[in-house]
Nanobody, 125 residues
């Protein structure tokens, strides 16, 4: 499965963006999908994840209440709606996927098997 992230860009603080992650060469069927981000001079960090069933979502504390992850399995696409953006949200956002992720392993980058190429989000203050 290949992942293609899109939707990044430049936005003012308080604004919104919606990132998309599309699967090609396969489907998202049976996969948990998530987003990591890496800001300038920072380590890669877990942002959000959604189970294959879409019944369960997980978020980093830093984005709870502002970001929403969702998926459309028929379109093989996962979305990350980002509202009330802050300068600290500036980062390259990576789409990730794996099958049946263990909850405790969600924040660990090496636990995710598939990675997309990343899309840049820049929030100006």
């Amino acid at each position: 499965v290949q992942l293609q992230a899109s939707g990044g860009g430049l936005v003012q603080a308080g604004g919104s963006l919606r990132l998309s992650c599309a699967a090609s060469g396969g489907t998202f069927r049976g996969y948990d999908v998530g987003w990591f981000r890496q800001g300038p001079g920072k380590e890669r960090e877990f942002t959000a994840a959604i189970r294959w069933s879409a019944r369960t979502t997980h978020y980093a504390d830093s984005v709870k209440g502002r970001f929403t992850i969702s998926r459309d399995n028929a379109k093989n696409t996962v979305y990350l709606q980002m509202n009330n953006l802050e300068s600290d949200d500036t980062a390259v956002y990576y789409c990730v996927a794996t099958s049946r992720m263990i909850l405790s392993s969600l924040p660990t980058p090496s636990s995710w098997f598939y990675w997309g190429q990343g899309t840049q989000v820049t929030v100006s203050s």
